[in-house]
């Protein structure tokens, strides 16, 4: 299943050049932190890990899971996305190619054993790719991205946050057999 075209791939590592790009995780990590307490998270899968800064903070805040697996398309030494009792994918699916974002959802479905943490922000990005569109390729209202999940999603929480501006997160747990 098709998640990322490979010229987008390499827009995407360039952005990851700037150690100023992928930071969104580090305010998100005590809620996440919560969620591995509050639901006995034994594996994590980090859809997005970019730089790993989730698992740095986690580190920080002494609650890593016993198996943490990154995974970001623009890091392919991480390898393949794999399944794990928790789920995090925060700031990225608003960067995904709007023709790629369900099939994104669905392979976030399969990975979800358990959890999944996501979060969107549904404004424009601070930073421009260097084809010249802003790095948020999906802007859009909370609606819209609620149809996209409940396909393939049960919603436990969603919350607005400021953090990083317009935007919510989501915790979901997977619907199994539906597809």
């Known amino acids: 299943m098709k998640t990322i075209s490979e010229e987008y791939r390499k827009l995407q590592q360039e952005l990851h050049e700037n150690p100023n790009y ?11 932190s919560e969620i591995i307490k ?5 594996s994590l899968t980090d859809y997005g890990a970019g730089k790993k800064r989730l698992f740095e903070s986690l580190e920080k805040l002494n609650n890593i ?11 392919p030494e991480y390898g393949e996305p794999k399944e794990a009792d928790l789920v995090c994918c925060i700031d990225v ?23 999944g943490f996501y979060t969107v922000h ?24 609620l149809e996209k999940f409940i396909n393939y999603f049960d919603i436990i929480r ?3 946050h400021q ?6 997160w989501l915790v979901v747990k997977p619907k199994k057999n539906t597809y």
């Open 158 to 160: 969603l919350m607005e």
């Open 93 to 115: 699916l608003e960067h995904i190619e709007p023709d790629l974002v369900d099939n994104v959802i669905k392979e976030l479905s399969l990975i979800t054993k358990n959890i």
């Open 22 to 32: 992928g930071i969104a995780s580090t305010h998100f990590a005590p809620i996440v």
């Open 65 to 75: 899971p016993k198996e943490y697996f990154p995974y970001d398309p623009a890091f």
């Open 122 to 145: 549904m404004g424009p990005a601070g930073k421009v790719l260097s084809d010249g569109r802003n790095a948020h390729l999906i802007q859009e209202p909370t609606s819209w991205w």
């Open 163 to 168: 953090m990083m501006g317009n935007g919510f």
């Open 38 to 42: 509050v639901f006995k998270i034994n």
